[in-house]
């Protein structure tokens, strides 16, 4: 596992809050709302390395940095090629009038020193080119060498948040279900790799079905369903050390679509048994289950708001597939969904204001957002078959898997803004299903 980076130095400097166009000479900033938004051009020269054992860190930390601000849709970078001036120091007088010259309106420099024991240092700053302040200077990152990617990733986050003012959500994870093999003879295994794609492993060999992954609010935990006995059961996984046990199950009874609580301790979930299927919480450390529905109909999909009070859910009760939340203690459930079609794996917003769906409707299917009360409902993608959507640790972005149609069909991970913008395949070496993001990591 890499090992946990350690900050340094706090940010200090600026708040950025969000406005709706910069001024001239005013500061950088931008808002991110369902307009078309044009991209920040930003220019980041290749870090300074201190010395000869840093030069590969130094262009591949740069590379990563670019790499996770354009894949956002909010910045532009502006090729090398362009520049005028060039970076030779970190701590040279920035000519700004060069960097105006090509439009350039935020300034990435950094520095990178590979120590005794491969610990790996990165400092950096970033600058507001037509206003010549910063925004953000003498910020440094250590780690291990092993852990270059991470320090990107921080860095990325950091000059995201001064810019939009949001949390950024580079440094995490995402685990999910790796396909492969043909349509009828999928072999499906646990895997998790960083939200870009990188550093996959695999947790699981392939020999049962395995569906919906799910981290823990901390992110050093899994719950995942297993077919390993014959039948669905769910599983609780610890990923620094890969031991794993399944949860307390009754006998006769098929348990899945599992979700932590948002204090880690407790799991929702869903019990299917003689013939009912209902929502069901149970405390990890060990004690009685709690039935929190008992109607006759199929209840599945739950996922707690941020908060902790209130539960959303997928329930057939009222003669097709729609969405309920109700009090996370139980109680009379309330309809949310209205609109035509079906709807199905709910899953609430990190910062509690709105739930995406999977919405199937007219022969296509959507992932969607609404208000937690069922206002304002918004789809943001179709095709043959989208589902499963999970949010990004800062509540901007959905991941979700998208299946080809056909009989040599594929299922891929895919990402969009919450605005509908920036819809993008997130790379995996096969197919892959039912991700789930991690939160920031520490």
Do not use: C
């Not at 810019?163 to 279900?177: A, K, L, Q």
């Not at 080809?404 to 997130?426: C, H, I, Q």
Request: proline share 7%; no cysteine.
């Amino acid at each position: 596992m890499v090992r946990i980076l350690t900050l340094l130095v706090a940010l200090a400097g600026l708040t950025i809050a969000p406005l709706a166009a910069r001024a001239q000479g005013g500061p950088l900033r931008i808002v991110i709302d369902e307009g078309v938004i044009e991209p920040v051009p930003f220019a980041v020269p290749e870090f300074i390395a201190g010395n000869a054992e840093a030069a590969q860190y130094a262009r591949d930390i740069t590379r990563v940095i670019a790499a996770d601000l354009t894949g956002t849709g909010l910045f532009r970078e502006i090729p090398a090629d362009a520049f005028i001036a060039r970076v030779s120091s970190f701590q040279s007088p920035v000519q700004f009038a060069d960097w105006k010259a090509i439009n350039a309106q935020a300034l990435i420099t950094g520095a990178v020193d590979v120590g005794p024991d491969d610990q790996l240092t990165v400092k950096f700053r970033l600058l507001d080119v037509f206003a010549e302040t910063a925004l953000g200077e003498g910020l440094q990152f250590t780690g291990t060498t092993t852990a270059w990617r991470r320090v990107a990733h921080k860095v990325a986050d950091q000059v995201y948040s001064r810019i939009t003012g949001e949390d950024g959500y580079f440094d995490s994870r995402v685990v999910f279900v790796s396909e492969s093999g043909p349509k009828g003879e999928r072999r499906k295994r646990l895997a998790i790799m960083d939200y870009d794609g990188a550093n996959l492993q695999y947790l699981t060999g392939g020999e049962a079905l395995v569906l919906a992954p799910r981290f823990s609010p901390g992110g050093e935990r899994i719950l995942y369903t297993s077919y390993d006995s014959g039948f669905p059961q769910i599983y609780l996984m610890d990923l620094s050390s890969g031991n794993r046990r399944a949860l307390d199950n009754q006998p006769q009874s098929m348990t899945f679509s599992p979700r932590f609580g948002p204090d880690g301790n407790t799991v929702l979930f869903s019990q299917s048994q003689g013939g009912n299927t209902d929502l069901y919480a149970m405390p990890l450390a060990g004690g009685a289950r709690i039935r929190l529905t008992s109607a006759p109909s199929i209840e599945t999909a739950p996922s707690y708001s941020p908060d902790g009070r209130m539960i959303v859910f997928e329930s057939d009760r009222s003669g097709s597939q729609q969405l309920y939340v109700m009090p996370a203690t139980g109680g009379e459930p309330r309809r949310i969904s209205f609109g035509p079609g079906r709807y199905s794996t709910p899953v609430w917003s990190p910062r509690g204001d709105m739930i995406a769906f999977t919405k199937q409707y007219n022969g296509r299917f959507h992932i969607g957002v609404m208000r937690s009360d069922g206002s304002e409902e918004r789809l943001l993608t179709s095709s043959f078959l989208d589902e499963g959507p999970t949010w990004s640790p800062n509540g901007r972005v959905i991941m979700f898997a998208r299946e080809t149609a056909g009989a040599g069909g594929t299922s891929s991970l895919y990402s969009v803004d919450v605005s509908g913008r920036n819809l993008k395949p997130v790379p995996t070496p096969a197919g892959g299903s039912d991700p789930s993001w991690s939160p920031l990591l520490p």
